[in-house]
């Protein structure tokens, strides 16, 4: 006999028999089987396999399939709704697990998830956009997505507005629906989009990580678990005070209250001392409070910022993602695969316009561009714009030419175009960043949304363009590529927010309101 499995299931059926009325078939079912299962384990009668061999035997039958068969459930979780029947987290654990196991690369598998599950709120993000709420009324019932849900998601919007698409990414029940509901309510595209990068990567790489920590031994993650309930129960009390303060503080009358307490206690024996400190720690930190605040509050302050932050997490991934790849191996996947497709396709006048095309990221162009630009948005008086500019063309320079000295990786045999210093990161495709970042710096002066969004548009194609041709020329390997993207895109996003930090300090803080701090 177990007196703890048994304990268990009298308590879980304690609540499922008080909760049945309110709980979902399904979920009612499934407690009732784990009731029977922790009964049948607690008795004795049955005994439950060796967590670790199973583990094993599960990641030697998936291997390298586990780089589609993940990726395709964290797409299809939010694309196809199958997120409200099976929670994503299994998978990506499942995928951490065998990562752990040494079968596949646990930053290859984080890259992939992450853009699967971008790929699969966008493609919700547009479901919702085209057949908009009714078509949830209407058919949502089938799927388990009840009136009562939709209103619970509607709410979750309600109280976070723009940061529930971030927030809502770790709530089961919220991710099925929110890109769908998202644009379905009319929430423009370009706020969606950072909050979803930032959430899709916090979320792939949390759980994933997790499996890979703990796929050795079922007891590990036990011995974990407890140390960790404490961390979390202590978590939640703070999350649940501080979100209980800041209502209080809502209200005018205990706003008064506070300020009446602190005043007649400031000389007190036991908190006079305390608030000696404290005070003058709040009152200094009013203007970054407020700017922090108006910038994590959805609108037109805060996208800017989010933005930024979106594109360095993207970018900061795919530079350390291969090199962590690389610590261990000589080749990332697709390195050598993405070669030989080259030599396949390879023609005379391809290589002819390759060789065009790549001098586009050369450090000459991409600088000659910068500069010319930075001149020219000098001029219109957007200094800042201008300084990002500068700042993050030389960023990438450095951050370029201090990997690869560091790293010192050999370039692939036989290119087919002159070459110097090591191979990881590209220059060329960090390089060629420069031309997304000038043709978002000119869209604050470019009149017109069609004449900007073709700027950017282009400007893409051709960093996208130049990248290719650093493979097909065998100047790099695709690792080196990306990991050249990210560091254009880390640095050109890293500098945009100094500027935008800086220019909201040299206006003297204007923006944004903490609601503590209105009177």
Not at 32 to 52: D, F, I, R, T
Not at 266 to 282: C, D, E, S
Not at 478 to 497: E, I, Y
Request: with cysteine; charged share 15%; aromatic share 8%.
């Amino acid at each position: 006999m177990k007196p703890g499995p048994i304990a268990a299931a009298v308590a879980l059926a304690a609540f499922v028999v008080w909760r049945r009325r309110k709980l979902e078939p399904t979920l009612l079912a499934g407690g009732v089987v784990v009731v029977l299962g922790l009964l049948l384990y607690g008795s004795g009668l049955v005994e439950l396999p060796n967590a670790e061999q199973v583990a094993e035997d599960l990641g030697e039958t998936l291997g390298r399939w586990t780089y589609l068969l993940v990726p395709a459930l964290a797409f299809l979780e939010t694309g196809a709704f199958v997120g409200l029947l099976a929670p994503g987290e299994t998978a990506m654990v499942l995928g951490g697990v065998v990562a752990g196991q040494g079968r596949i690369s646990l930053a290859t598998l984080i890259g992939l998830v992450w853009v699967a599950a971008i790929l699969g709120d966008l493609v919700s993000f547009w479901l919702g956009r085209r057949l908009g709420r009714a078509f949830l009324v209407k058919h949502g019932p089938k799927v388990q997505i009840t009136e009562e849900r939709l209103h619970q998601v509607e709410g979750f919007y309600d109280r976070h507005g723009g940061k529930a698409v971030l927030l809502g990414r770790f709530v089961g029940l919220v991710r099925a629906v929110s890109p769908f509901l998202a644009g379905s309510s009319g929430m423009p595209l370009k706020r969606f989009v950072p909050y979803d990068v930032l959430g899709a990567g916090l979320w792939s790489a949390t759980f994933l990580v997790l499996g890979f920590l703990f796929w050795q031994s079922f007891d590990t993650v036990l011995e974990y678990a407890e140390k960790g309930a404490f961390a979390l129960g202590t978590t939640i009390v703070v999350v649940v005070a501080a979100v209980w303060l800041a209502r209080w503080l809502r209200d005018p009358e205990h706003r008064e209250a506070l300020r009446v307490w602190v005043h007649e206690h400031q000389h007190h024996r036991v908190f006079g001392p305390l608030l000696r400190v404290l005070l003058p720690l709040w009152r200094g930190s009013r203007r970054p409070r407020r700017f922090v605040w108006a910038r994590i509050t959805p609108g037109d302050l805060g996208l800017e910022v989010t933005t930024l932050i979106a594109v360095l997490a993207a970018g900061t991934f795919a530079l350390v993602s291969p090199l962590a790849t690389l610590a261990t191996d000589a080749y990332t996947l697709g390195d050598l695969r993405a070669l030989e497709w080259a030599n396949d396709i390879r023609t005379a006048s391809g290589d002819d316009v390759a060789k065009v095309v790549t001098d586009l990221g050369s450090l000459a162009a991409t600088a000659g561009v910068v500069l010319g630009a930075a001149i020219w948005l000098a001029m219109r008086r957007e200094v800042a714009a201008a300084l990002a500019l500068v700042g993050g063309m030389t960023l990438t320079f450095a951050v370029v030419h201090l990997v690869k000295a560091a790293k010192d990786r050999p370039r692939p045999i036989g290119s087919l175009v002159e070459t110097s210093f090591a191979s990881f990161p590209s220059g060329h495709a960090a390089y060629g960043v420069a031309w997304i970042a000038v043709t978002v710096a000119l869209t604050r002066v470019v009149p017109g949304f069609a004449r900007a969004t073709a700027l950017v548009v282009g400007a893409v194609v051709v960093a996208v363009a130049v990248a290719l041709t650093r493979i097909y020329l065998r100047a790099h390997f695709v690792s080196d590529v990306v990991g050249g993207l990210g560091t254009g895109a880390a640095c050109f996003a890293l500098a945009g927010l100094v500027a935008v930090i800086g220019s909201y300090h040299r206006r003297g803080g204007a923006s944004g309101t903490m609601p503590s701090d209105r009177a």
